[in-house]
């Protein structure tokens, strides 16, 4: 067990760039979710995949928002055309089944500028 | 709507206090699940404790202990003997069961412990 992965740690992009996630799961979970965290604040939820099918997608995600999680293994978010609303933390977690306790990631900070 | 308030947004207490962490919830359904969860400033969230809606009895870990009440929707949150390394953001989180699929979990804006030596 080595824990949820995720890269990059850090990402500074301009305005109206592309970026793209990684996140790589606990082998054995088949749960994996995407949060967003501001300063201050906690984690929101923005998607959540059960293997390969993506089954909830918050309000919160516009359509600049895509997740994938190809084969149920490692899973990418990207955001189009980011805004600087976009700067976050970006957190992903796994989990064995739905209600128990996610193992989190250690996130990817997002700044837009 | 499901909602969690964690109305200390920040709490100081020296080493060795005791200190109390409050959370109160909101949920319309009868079965649902409380967490919380410990984010260090390394930033990675780490899981503490899961308590589901039906089990009130109060859980004891180490210095660490929890107080479900229904009765006032609070899932409060004990530190015995505080140390140093207990310094983080504490967040309390709610899930609803529902009638299946998955339900989300709603966090609440944490509340930031600091243990001075």
């Given at each position: ?23 790589d799961p606990i082998s054995e979970h ?84 | ?117």
């Amino acid at each position: 067990d080595t824990g949820v992965s995720q890269n990059p740690r850090h990402k500074i992009t301009k305005r109206g760039q592309n970026v793209t996630f990684r996140c790589d799961p606990i082998s054995e979970h088949n749960r994996l979710y995407w949060y967003r965290q501001t300063l201050g604040q906690g984690p929101e939820f923005l998607t959540y995949f059960q293997n390969e099918a993506q089954l909830e997608k918050s309000r919160l995600l516009s359509d600049r928002f895509s997740a994938e999680r190809p084969k149920g293994s490692f899973s990418t978010l990207e955001i189009q055309r980011t805004e600087q609303g976009d700067s976050a933390m970006y957190l992903c977690a796994s989990s064995r089944t739905d209600n128990y306790g996610y193992t989190f990631g250690s996130g990817t900070r997002l700044t837009v500028v | 709507a499901q909602k969690v308030t964690q109305a200390q947004t920040e709490i100081s207490v020296v080493e060795k206090e005791d200190v109390t962490l409050d959370c109160v919830y909101e949920t319309r359904d009868t079965t649902y699940y409380l967490f919380w969860y410990k984010q260090p400033p390394s930033g990675e969230l780490v899981f503490l404790i899961r308590r589901n809606s039906f089990d009130e009895q109060n859980e004891i870990s180490g210095r660490y202990s929890w107080n479900f009440q229904k009765s006032t929707s609070s899932f409060n949150f004990t530190i015995t003997a505080s140390q140093v390394v207990d310094s983080a953001v504490y967040f309390c989180a709610l899930s609803e069961a529902g009638s299946g699929g998955y339900q989300k979990v709603t966090f609440g804006i944490g509340t930031k412990l600091q243990v001075i030596p």
